[in-house]
């Protein structure tokens, strides 16, 4: 099993690019997050998918779009990226258990 | 909603001290307290977490306490290694509400051999 994956790995756009970030799980978990990470702000929550056919806003969901594509993959869109945006963005996974399973990450930058 | 505040930001030990971090929380709701750890350039991931049925779970060198009243959690690392240096995160949430958690800042461990 591959867990949770992400592409892609680094990328770096133009103020005003737009971009998709993409996420998949393999183990048949209903849940799944969006989260960015910037140094001394922890993980912040920005969308959520409680289950295939639903998403949530989180706490920082300005300037984002999310798809839940399937019960797999679950999609993060930034249709105009800003300077702002630049950050470390994880995908996460959670099943019948409380634990939440995290891809290795995409590091934007927006210049 | 939610807010979660970890201190301290930066902790050093000496290898074989004892480590503690703390977190407060804002919503009484919340019942679901997860630590996650994070080494440089890696993804977080769960070390140990508790319910608010339970003031104390122990795993081996790592223990999590809950105070519900006071409304705060700490991590306690005893017999402190040079591989327990990285971040830790604690973070709270409504079990079977969406899943959703809300994280601390982090606080960075450094253990000096």
């Known amino acids: 099993n591959a867990g949770v994956t992400q592409t892609p790995k680094f990328q770096v756009l133009k103020t005003g690019q737009s971009m998709t970030l993409q996420c998949a799980q393999d183990?048949?978990?209903?849940?799944m997050y969006w989260y960015r990470q910037d140094p001394g702000m922890g993980l912040r929550l920005i969308y959520y998918?409680?289950?295939?056919?639903?998403?949530d806003k989180g706490e920082v969901p300005n300037g984002y779009n999310v798809s839940r594509l399937n019960k797999r993959e679950f999609s993060l869109r930034l249709e105009s990226a800003a300077p702002s945006q630049t950050s470390v963005y994880f995908c996460?996974?959670?099943?019948?258990?409380?634990?939440?399973?995290f891809g290795p990450g995409t590091r934007l930058t927006v210049l | 909603g939610e807010n979660v505040e970890q201190h301290p930001s930066t902790l050093s030990v000496q290898e074989g001290d004892s480590a503690v971090i703390k977190c407060t929380y804002s919503?009484?709701?919340?019942?679901?307290f997860p630590w996650y750890k994070q080494e440089l350039g890696k993804r977080p991931q769960l070390i140990i977490d508790?319910?608010?049925?339970?003031g104390e779970k122990k795993d081996q060198r790592i223990a999590v306490t809950l105070n519900k009243t006071a409304k705060h959690f700490s991590l306690h690392i005893t017999e402190t290694q040079p591989e327990d240096s990285a971040v830790y995160f604690c973070?709270?949430?409504?079990?079977?509400?969406?899943?959703?958690?809300?994280f601390g800042q982090g606080t960075e461990l450094s253990v000096k051999p």
């Open positions: 973070a709270a949430s409504i079990y079977n509400q969406g899943g959703k958690l809300i």
């Open positions: 919503d009484s709701a919340s019942n679901y």
């Open positions: 508790i319910r608010s049925n339970v």
């Open positions: 996460a996974s959670k099943g019948d258990s409380n634990e939440q399973f």
């Open positions: 998918s409680a289950s295939e056919g639903t998403t």
């Open positions: 183990m048949n978990h209903n849940s």
